[in-house]
């Protein structure tokens, strides 16, 4: 899991959440209230306010907390990797907060991350 996570509150301006995206070069970011996950802003929320702006619909000053895809799944740091493993399965989740035992985000878990925690697992099963 990555701990290096890119947060905002709810309250940042969408377009400092964009400007933030792209500075750093990811596809996500993690919305937290009191360090705790609330919601996410991934690449497919950024197209769809595109395609909104694109259309004149759409606030024109939104910000984190209208744009977030909320609630946010979050898996416990303390649980299995089958347990993250299987939310994302379905395909929807490609982004996984880890919270502590009080809720406290700690770290993010993505689809990348879990496939190489497979590969890395199948690769040394198969030489022993």
């Keep these: 899991m990555s701990?290096?996570?890119?947060?905002?509150?709810?309250?940042?301006p969408f377009d400092d959440v964009l400007q933030g995206i792209s500075a750093c070069r990811i596809s996500y970011v993690v919305v937290c209230e009191e360090n705790r996950p609330v919601g996410i802003i991934t690449e497919r929320d950024v197209v769809q306010v595109?395609?909104?702006?694109?259309r004149g619909a759409g606030e024109p000053r939104q910000t984190a907390r209208k744009v977030m895809t909320?609630?946010?799944?979050?898996?416990?740091?303390c649980?299995?990797?089958?347990?993250?493993?299987?939310?994302?399965?379905?395909?929807?989740?490609?982004?996984?907060?880890?919270?502590?035992s009080v809720?406290?985000?700690?770290?993010?878990?993505?689809?990348?991350d879990l496939l190489s925690v497979l590969v890395m697992t199948r690769s040394s099963g198969s030489r022993a």
């Design 3 to 12: 701990k290096d996570i890119v947060c905002v509150e709810p309250s940042c």
């Design 50 to 54: 595109a395609a909104n702006r694109a």
């Design 70 to 77: 909320a609630p946010v799944t979050t898996v416990r740091s």
């Design 79 to 100: 649980d299995p990797l089958d347990a993250a493993i299987a939310l994302t399965q379905g395909g929807q989740l490609r982004y996984l907060p880890v919270v502590d």
């Design 103 to 112: 809720g406290d985000l700690v770290g993010l878990l993505t689809q990348t």
